[in-house]
Nanobody, 125 residues
Framework: QVQLVESGGGLAQAGGSLRLSCVASGRTFSVYAMGWFRQAPGKEREFVAT????????DYVDSVKGRFTISRDNSKNTVYLQMNSLKPEDTAVYYC??????????????????WGQGTQVTVSS
């Protein structure tokens, strides 16, 4: 069993920055591919970014490329999402996820092993 706890959400102005953190407890963190997903009001949850177990491979949805950066620190059991140049359309609840499969498979959100409870990000114009 793995518990994921997100933090770092809040209110930001358009053009501003926030950094989300997700701390994992339970099994060895480094065996999991990690990802960030988001769900805006009235919309389906969507893939944002994933990172491989070693941190050497990352993937992003087109809408955040060049603005968001996913990273991980396996010594701290933590995955981060640095969000720069925020836009009002980035407003959503952001979820951290962990999966024993390949990071590339997380984009489809099928059978992901663990989810966090989410953290709200609100970007004002």
């Amino acid at each position: 069993q793995v518990q994921l706890v997100e933090s770092g959400g809040g209110l930001a102005q358009a053009g501003g920055s926030l950094r989300l953190s997700c701390v994992a407890s339970g099994r060895t963190f480094s065996v999991y591919a990690m990802g960030w997903f988001r769900q805006a009001p009235g919309k389906e949850r969507e893939f944002v970014a994933t990172i491989s177990r070693s941190g050497t491979s990352t993937d992003y949805v087109d809408s955040v490329k060049g603005r968001f950066t996913i990273s991980r620190d396996n010594s701290k059991n933590t995955v981060y999402l640095q969000m720069n140049s925020l836009k009002p359309e980035d407003t959503a609840v952001y979820y951290c996820a962990a999966d024993l499969g390949a990071a590339g498979n997380m984009r489809q959100q099928r059978n992901i092993d663990y989810w966090g409870q989410g953290t709200q990000v609100t970007v004002s114009s």
